[in-house]
């Protein structure tokens, strides 16, 4: 028989707060976390306006012997984790350490870090280049130096796979506890891309909003004038652990995760088949392993990334899975607020649909003035 699995924490680092219950204030209230990109002169650039994390102080989270060695992705990541391991009160010992496990995901990984290395080789070649560099970079490493932080001896993990990989990383980790692998498992994603070569190469795709005048209008999924996404950063991890070892020690529950499915479209790099037979496809695996019907979901956090391509095709996924169920539900796209976080997104929004979930209330989805036929549903 199969293991229960439960979220007893959240942590979460985004441009629209830092910790978990400013990030839930702000989201409810519909307060936007974009604006003016200041890491950077950004007024060639054709996209010039992103979420950043804003105030964020590294000192608060990692030694200052130790800033150096990791690039921002892995200062997130550490943050969001140890937001999460206080909120789910979780206490790594001798006794339990073999059984807490570490998957974290990143999309792009050290993306400022390996800017700024390539710079010293051009300026003075390989001598110039930091020891810190691979360490500092590598997208395994976020997970490592969690790991390190709490004596974490378990299962240590991370996923590459773009915009899915934080999603992928806490459905994997659930499947991880289910055969029995851990009890404990912090999950979820970092990213830290808001660089000249990261806006500068998604802006190059055409995938960017371009509405420089109006960054907290700007990311405005399943609205008509869409017309592009907005890079966002940060981290979101959850705490997820087998029922039993939570009601032993008296953890509080978020939410009990009872299905997970991933599959591919094996149809293009960046575009999606107008079918969404993809989507269909792993939504309605998560259902049969959850072995809900779909009239039992309340509420999606929906991937809802303002481009012109992915927003009618997953609202078309949402009513071929759910029918007429589709137009009862809730559903809504917390990055209108967040930008889209790349790999830590789905960390981002399974933490925040664990809040949704406590507090039986749903974030909006802003900018929504005029949705768009094509993706239309009851929003």
């Known amino acids: 028989m199969s293991r229960r699995v439960v979220v007893t924490g959240v942590g979460l680092v985004s441009p629209v ?20 990109i200041t890491r950077f002169d950004a007024s060639q650039y054709s996209a010039r ?51 807490v496990g570490v998957f974290i995901a990143s999309g792009i990984g050290g993306f400022s870090t390996i800017e700024r290395e390539h710079i010293e ?10 020891p810190f560099f691979i360490p500092a970079s590598i ?18 993990l991370a996923t590459c796979t773009a915009c899915t990989a934080s999603a992928h990383a806490i459905g994997e980790s659930y499947e991880i506890i289910r055969r029995g692998d851990a009890d404990v498992m912090i999950a979820g994603g970092s990213e830290a891309a808001i660089t000249p070569m990261g806006v500068g190469g998604f802006a190059a795709m055409r995938a960017l909003s371009t509405r420089n005048d109006e960054p907290a209008r700007a990311s405005r999924p399943f609205d ?27 953890a509080s529950v978020y939410a009990e995760l009872v299905g997970y499915g991933l599959t591919s479209d094996a149809y293009h790099l960046t575009g999606q088949p107008e079918e969404a037979h993809g989507a ?37 996924g949402v009513k071929t899975t759910f029918g007429e169920h589709a137009y009862k539900l809730a559903m809504s796209s917390t990055k209108s607020m967040t930008g889209h976080l790349l ?20 974030p909006p989805t802003i900018n929504l003035d005029r949705p768009d036929p094509a993706s239309a549903r009851c929003w």
């Open 17 to 36: 707060g830092i910790g978990t219950q400013a990030n839930w204030k702000a989201l409810t209230a519909g307060t936007s976390g974009i604006g003016p």
């Open 49 to 99: 306006i992103a979420g950043e994390v804003k105030g964020f102080d590294p000192l608060r989270f990692v030694d200052k012997k130790d800033v150096k060695k990791m690039d921002v992705f892995i200062q997130f990541a550490l943050a969001a984790s140890q937001f999460a391991v206080d909120d789910a009160r979780l206490e790594v010992t001798d006794a339990n350490a073999d059984y």
């Open 121 to 130: 080789l051009q300026k003075g070649g390989p001598r110039r280049i930091s």
């Open 139 to 156: 997208i395994n490493l976020a997970a490592g130096q969690v790991s390190i932080r709490f004596n974490a001896r378990g299962p240590n």
């Open 224 to 250: 008509q004038d869409r017309d592009g996404f907005v890079m966002g950063e940060g981290a979101g991890i959850v705490i997820l652990e087998e029922l039993e070892t939570a009601r032993r020690r008296g």
């Open 280 to 316: 269909v496809r792993a939504m309605g695996m998560a259902l049969k392993k959850a072995c809900i019907n779909p009239a039992e979901v309340d509420y999606i956090n929906a991937h809802g990334t303002s481009t012109p391509i992915n927003d009618p095709t997953e609202t078309l």
């Open 343 to 362: 790999g830590a997104a789905g960390g981002l929004e399974a933490g925040i649909t664990a809040l949704a979930v406590k507090h039986q209330l749903a």
